[in-house]
């Protein structure tokens, strides 16, 4: 009874049409006359009502500078009750009210993973306090806290396993249906759903920073932000329009039958117009989504369909961005370790993934981090700290010559692969050098994109130029842009975007962000990436895989094809039927019960975006 009630309160409209249709044909029954007064009136009021409805959601319509194609609703409706077919007419109101319904049923199964990923966020997380479990808010738990997760639990934070073995289901945030296998030591991701054994792990993050929570963040901004699915109909809904209105006019002037002007506009349904475009996008966000990839909303899958430039970051996204610490080579009297210790007690607190790995080499090996003061970061050109007495600048080698470096030339800055330089009190002081691999998926995927319709493919990058172009010829880089800034690579890509090309830039970091939102699309590289990148991106890839940029381009592509061939599908058999209307073939009662039909066609047609994997061809739409 309460899902009925829900369903009448949610769905009013179609529920006083059934109860009016109910109605009439009881009256009908009765009198065993399909014309008499009751239902005649009964179907009239109605009509008017939802025909006052439709005028004003057609204003509405008009007001925000779209054209719709309600007017042919409005003008159908009128019609039928114009020349005595009441019934035809309800037909019609049953097949709008009803669309809408279907419409709606559709959009929840296509959005259905999105909804599970909100419904399965933790709220609760069981905390160790020595033997003692507590259990608190996600929000509470602290990077090193140690959290019991019990059997078919879903992981509330990142984590290390600290049990010896485990196995977790990661279906919903990798689309790995399989579950995958996990030793102490290795890393948890929360989201994940964990199997017959209760597990514990050490919190890696808190629950702000962690997987699941930058995914849920995401999902929630791209279910606030409604696609314009409407710009793909209003495309069609013009002429679609004249043309019915000029066969239903030609209609009546040949016959002289005001009858057959209305059986015409019964068939000439704008419902594939209305439904094919909204649905077959859901179904293809949804099905991003089911793969690891949050599209924020339907545009995208638009626009992407139509770039023909991909643009790559290269440390993070064509490469690993694991760079580690491959050679030290110190000047004058510093040592190794000495020459270590002040560039990561410098770069200590910097976000950049040079200065990650640093730090994380000096741990590794156990040089002493040292305290600083009065630290000072340039973003993209390196960083000034004092360390005790000495005076420490470590950066990029154009960073040491804005700044004026003692004893530092051309021949120093002239390596041929990833480094930073340092300087104390003004004096170079040595290299540090770093190697960083590529992804074994790069060139695979630049060479699907290719296949898929792209034409060309840059690198954007803040390394220098041989390193780049030697990243370049392993992954098959059209075109190398080296040595940027972040503001180097805002302007570079405005450039790009400036032809006529359409171009969408793939990155991870915090520095990618402002290059991300400058793009036609932007997709970051979210599972390592920074919240900045995510917010600035219109889709966010949850996994450590560049593969999924190449299937995020076949689903923008297979999902416009769907929508375009329910579109077309559903203005085809219209008018075919018109042009039988049109010869008084189809009576008007027959016409709105075809017309229904091909509301259902359309639709589950348009769902077809849902499906398809990772194998399924793709072509251009």
Known sequence: MKKLFNFVKEYWEFAVTAVVLVAGLIAAAITRDFNNDFSRYLIIAWAIIVGTFLIIDMIKTLRSGRYGVDILAITAIGACIAVGQYWAALVIILMLTGGETLEDYAANRAKRELSDLLKRAPQIAHLVKGSKVEDVKVSEVQIDHVVLVKPHEVVPVDGVLISDAAEFDESSLTGESLPVEKKAGDSVMSGALNGDVAVKIRATADAAHSQYEQIIALVRDAESQPAPFVRLADRYAVPFTLVSYTIAGAAWAISGEALRFAEVLVVASPCPL?????????????????HGIIVKNGAVLEKLNRVTVFAFDKTGTLTHGDVEVSQVDPIGNLSEK?????????????????????????????????????LREITGDGVFANIGAKKVLVGRAEFLKKNKIKDFSDAHAAVDQTAIFVAVDNKFAGTIYFADQVRKESRHTLKELKQLGVKETVMLTGDRESTAAKIAQKVGIDRVFAQLLPADKVKTMRNICGREDSVAFVGDGVNDAPTLAASDVGIAMGARGSTAAGESADAVIMLDDLSRVALLRKISMRTIRVALQSVWVGIALCLVLMGFAAFGFIPALVGAGLQELIDVTVIFNALRAHSGGWGSKAKTA
Do not use: F, W
């Not at 909204?278 to 293809?284: M, N, Q, R």
């Open 274 to 290: 209305i439904l094919a475009a909204p649905i077959a996008l859901i179904s293809g966000m949804s099905r991003a989504s089911r």
């Open 338 to 374: 000495d020459l270590l210790s002040l560039a990561a007690s410098a770069e200590a607190n910097s976000t950049h993934i040079l200065a990650t790995s640093l730090v994380e080499y000096a741990k590794k090996n156990k040089i002493k981090i040292q305290s600083t003061k009065n």
